[in-house]
């Protein structure tokens, strides 16, 4: 398997991260999104939306999004159980965080450490904060209930959670009120196999 990737992603950081938990053998080929790599008449022969994370079987088959990735990575494993109810909940937080969580914490963190917080991007980057605190009050909220997102074990949900909030810091988010997420955070770094975004 062959995975297609930024390192400073945090959409592609899931995708490794998983790897990495499930001792899951790929060859890594970096895709620099500044350089307009993902533009290429190859990559878009491979992945015709222009997107990474994308991730090539063995067989030539190639799916893209990272939580469907990830989710397809973990099936048959306690990352992603095989009881429905659990899957959609897995998925209920996988939403969340694609829409009310992505596009405010790891799009403000792009501006800042993709682009150095330019000028004429700073309103935007302002804007993205409070949506963006709202986002970690609700998953601070069910911390405080959990262990993790879904119940007391990770899931795949967590892990697709983890990739931007625990770089929040660098696009501006203060973590410092947020205990419960931070005590997450830990359990996550201290599974077995965890390896940090190396970027």
């Not at 969340?96 to 969580?101: A, L, N, W």
């Not at 596009?103 to 403000?108: E, F, G, L, M």
């Not at 963190?109 to 917080?117: A, P, S």
């Not at 410092?176 to 770094?189: D, Y």
Request: net charge negative.
């Amino acid at each position: 398997m062959t995975i297609y990737g930024d390192k400073r992603s945090g959409n592609c950081f899931k995708i490794q991260l998983i790897c990495a938990l499930l001792q899951i053998e790929h060859h890594y080929i970096d895709i620099d999104l500044l350089k307009g790599d993902t533009k290429s008449p190859e990559f878009l022969n491979k992945a015709p939306v222009g997107k990474i994370p994308i991730i090539e079987l063995e067989d030539g088959r190639v799916l893209s999004e990272s939580n469907a990735i990830i989710n397809f990575l973990a099936r048959g494993s306690a990352l992603y159980p095989d009881d429905s109810f659990v899957q959609a909940k897995i998925q209920q937080w996988q939403f969340f965080e694609q829409y009310s969580h992505e596009p405010y914490i790891a799009v403000a963190r792009f501006i800042q450490h993709y682009l150095g917080l330019p000028e004429d991007r700073r309103k935007q980057y302002e804007r993205k904060h409070p949506p963006g605190y709202k986002a970690l009050d609700i998953m601070d909220k069910q911390l405080a209930k959990t262990n993790y997102l879904v119940g007391d074990e990770c899931s795949t949900a967590d892990i697709a959670l983890y990739a931007y909030t625990h770089v929040a810091h660098e696009g501006g988010f203060d973590l410092t009120r947020f205990s419960h997420i931070k005590r997450w955070l830990k359990q996550i770094e201290d599974l077995p196999g965890y390896v940090a975004m190396n970027y």
